[in-house]
């Protein structure tokens, strides 16, 4: 069955630097989406992106946070300089259609130091 | 504003015992709820939604318009439904909004 991949499984970086987070989406889909949980704390929503585009972004996904698709294939979640608040779990996830299941990747943990 | 309430942190319960994980949302329109699972060292899946009306390895849930609620509910719990569940919202498919999760421990 496929899945989602995401890479690097975990990432440690300096604050004020900048990260690159990576997603490989089922070749099909065409909705896209990052979602962050800081250690203990919910799942929460950062963006989705179709048709090139930011569909939507939360409060969190400020001036710092930037998405796109460079390739076609890779959804890539970038954090221009980092904070030690940056640092949690980052999912991504994709679905086919708007209303269709959304299937996760395995996560990326961003550990700020 | 709090879109999803999950109350409890942790259930603990019996293998064979029933079990219900708790979902209060607050949203005034027609919203879409889910629950997810995430096993150990899994990834975050879905389970099921409000809209397919369908039961899942023997989970239910019903959406309850009057009490805003989207419980989850399984008559006998197996050990291999421990895992984190998470209630989940969305009114337009662009945007989700998730619970703080509910950790399911289920005792031989």
């Known amino acids: 069955e496929p899945e989602v991949t995401q890479t690097p499984s975990h990432q440690v970086t300096q604050m004020g630097q900048e990260v690159i987070l990576r997603c490989v989406p089922i070749s099909n889909h065409l909705y896209f989406y990052w979602y962050r949980q800081i250690l203990g704390q919910k799942v929460e929503f950062l963006v989705s992106?179709?048709?090139?585009?930011?569909?939507?972004k939360s409060e969190i996904f400020d001036d710092q946070f930037s998405v796109e698709r460079p390739d076609g294939s890779n959804f890539t979640l970038k954090i221009r300089s980092t904070k030690l608040e940056d640092s949690a779990m980052y999912f991504c996830a994709t679905t086919l259609a708007g209303g269709y299941e959304q299937y996760f990747g395995p996560g990326t943990r961003l550990t700020v130091t | 504003a709090q879109r999803v309430t999950q109350p409890e942190k942790l259930l603990s319960v019996f293998k064979g015992a029933p079990v219900e994980l708790k979902c209060n949302y607050s949203y005034s329109g027609s919203p879409e709820l889910f629950w997810y699972v995430q096993y150990s060292r899994q990834r975050l899946q879905l389970l099921l939604r409000?809209?397919s009306r369908e039961s899942i390895k023997g989970f239910t849930a019903d959406l309850n318009k009057g009490e805003t609620s989207f419980h989850l509910k399984k008559p006998f719990a197996q050990e291999e439904d421990s895992a984190m569940y998470y209630c989940?919202?969305?009114?337009?498919?662009?945007?989700?909004?998730f619970g703080s999760g509910t950790k399911l421990n289920v005792k031989p």
């Open positions: 989940a919202l969305t009114y337009n498919f662009n945007k989700f909004y």
């Open positions: 409000h809209i």
């Open positions: 992106f179709y048709n090139n585009e930011i569909s939507e």
